[in-house]
């Protein structure tokens, strides 16, 4: 028994539109780009507020050598600069939700503490996040192999709602044919 060429194409098809789908969402969404460093935008809360100039006391503040401008993957004009120092790096973890970092420097004594907000999720906010894997496993008993791809297209606080698509593939000699889902629905984290 032969595999039916209209149903390979019809399954074929499907999975180029979602990886199409997906492809344009991300590219609209971009995530940072890993290992290096780029200038964080300020806070929402922080960004229409003037910066006022404020007097040092200390004849020095405390930073990290130069050396940490390379290890943290700064920006070349960073690095070269002399005149610029870090005075601290923190790690955040990746939740889900956003951070606000604040980096405060005490003027008496020259000491950097950074703090991280976790801020609340907005009740409502466009979201394309996505993720997409390939699983083996048992269709019916059966080896099979499995794409499924998520699209989330906007939240209600940390509640996503978006589209959803799978296609199950037999691997083993047992004529099955494949099988695929498309549909909506909710998900949240856990």
């Given at each position: 028994m032969g595999l039916d060429k209209s149903k390979l194409w019809t399954v074929g098809s499907s999975v180029a539109t979602l990886a199409l789908i997906y492809s344009v969402v991300r590219l609209n969404n971009a995530p940072l780009p890993i290992r290096l460093a780029v200038l964080a935008k300020p806070a929402p809360?922080?960004?229409?507020?003037?910066?006022?100039?404020?007097?040092?006391?200390?004849?020095?503040?405390k930073t990290l050598p130069p050396v940490v401008k390379r290890k943290l993957h700064l920006p070349p004009p960073v690095q070269a600069d002399v005149d610029q120092h870090?005075?601290?790096?923190?790690?955040?973890?990746?939740?889900?939700?956003?951070?606000?970092?604040?980096?405060?420097?005490?003027?008496?004594?020259?000491?950097?503490?950074?703090?991280?907000?976790?801020?609340?999720?907005?009740?409502?906010?466009?979201?394309?996040?996505g993720d997409a894997g390939l699983y083996l496993g048992l269709y019916n008993g059966t080896p099979a192999l499995r794409f499924q791809a998520r699209q989330s297209v906007f939240k209600i606080t940390s509640i996503h709602f978006g589209g959803m698509g799978s296609i199950t593939q037999p691997i083993s000699g047992v004529p099955i044919p494949p099988s695929g889902f498309i549909g909506l629905g909710i998900w949240g984290p856990w």
């Open positions: 809360i922080v960004a229409k507020i003037a910066k006022v100039d404020t007097p040092v006391l200390t004849k020095t503040v870090v005075i601290d790096a923190v790690v955040v973890p990746a939740d889900g939700h956003s951070h606000t970092l604040t980096p405060v420097l005490n003027f008496k004594t020259g000491v950097t503490k950074t703090y991280v907000r976790v801020n609340p999720d907005p009740w409502f906010s466009l979201n394309f996040d």
